[in-house]
């Protein structure tokens, strides 16, 4: 089953919202964003490499990687400033190619039962131009791209 992502910027605010559910147990779909080595398998879209150099995933904890393609490397990094397992994450992030322009984001997971999840997100961004600009820098698509891997990545995780 394939689970669109659905992505909207409301009018007048800084923030992106997201929903996008998954055919797995929310314990299964945090784990794949707390553990790196699950996290380098699926974030992104398809065609890039991506390594880790830094992953705390705690309160207060920091995280750094890059992604990789005949186009170049892009360093992303952030906090960690709040993790409840299964349940909440309040990260920033920044894209080190725009420094001083790091976001806020809130990820909430729902249990729907049956062995089902859902990811909610909210990112606030520094301003509405760069909002803008991450919209229309085909972001979307790669995180189309990603969910599409993760359901790959949740249909085979050992439980």
């Not at 910027?9 to 998954?22: G, N, S």
């Not at 380098?40 to 990687?65: A, S, V």
Request: hydrophobic letters at 40%.
């Amino acid at each position: 089953m394939t689970n669109a992502l659905a992505l909207t910027a409301p009018v007048d605010t800084l923030a992106m919202e997201f929903t996008r559910d998954f055919d797995a147990p929310v314990a299964a779909l945090y784990r794949a964003h707390a553990d790196p080595v699950l996290v380098k398998q699926w974030l992104g879209p398809h065609g890039l490499e991506m390594e880790i150099t830094e992953w705390n995933f705690c309160n207060h904890g920091g995280y750094r990687y890059t992604h990789s393609n005949e186009h170049g490397t892009f360093g992303f990094n952030g906090t960690f400033h709040t993790v409840r397992s299964n349940e909440f994450i309040l990260q920033t992030f920044e894209f080190e190619g725009a420094p001083d322009m790091a976001n806020i984001e809130y990820l909430w997971f729902e249990d729907l039962g049956a062995s089902r999840s859902r990811l909610r997100g909210r990112s606030i961004c520094p301003t509405v131009e760069a909002r803008d600009a991450l919209l229309s820098s085909g972001m979307e698509g790669g995180m189309t791209e990603g969910y599409q891997k993760l359901d790959d990545l949740l249909r085979n995780l050992p439980a």
